[in-house]
C-alpha cells in the first residue's frame, strides 16, 4: 500500500501521496521536473514543508467544486458569503 497522508482542503480530505516518488507521479507532467530539482536541492528542515506545498498541486476530486465556486462569486453570486463586518466579535473572546 503506496504511504499517503491526510491534507484538509477547502472541499475535504484528500489523501496525497506521501513520498517525493509519489508525488512526483501524481503531479501533471509540466509541473514534475521542477519539483524533481526543488526536492533534490532541498535542504533536510525544509523538505517536509516542500513536500507538503507540492502534495497541494496534486489535482484532487475538489478542485472542480473550488473552481465552480470562485467562478460563481466572479459572476456575483454571493450566495452564503459572510462578511467579516456581519460577524460578532464572540469567536475573539479567550473567554
Known amino acids: 500500500m503506496p504511504k499517503t ?3 484538509h482542503m477547502t472541499g475535504g480530505t484528500v489523501q496525497v501521496p506521501a513520498t517525493i516518488t509519489g508525488i512526483r507521479q501524481a503531479l ?7 519539483f ?4 533534490e536541492n532541498a535542504d533536510a528542515d525544509e523538505l517536509h514543508m516542500l513536500l507538503m506545498s507540492w502534495a497541494m498541486r496534486i489535482p484532487t476530486a475538489h478542485d472542480q467544486d473550488e473552481e465552480d465556486a470562485v467562478a460563481r462569486l466572479k459572476a456575483g453570486d454571493l ?16 473567554g
Open 28 to 34: 501533471p507532467e509540466e509541473l514534475r521536473d521542477r
Open 5 to 7: 497522508f491526510t491534507m
Open 79 to 94: 450566495t452564503g458569503v459572510v462578511f467579516a463586518d456581519e460577524l460578532d466579535d464572540a469567536y475573539r473572546s479567550a
Open 36 to 39: 524533481t530539482t526543488e526536492a
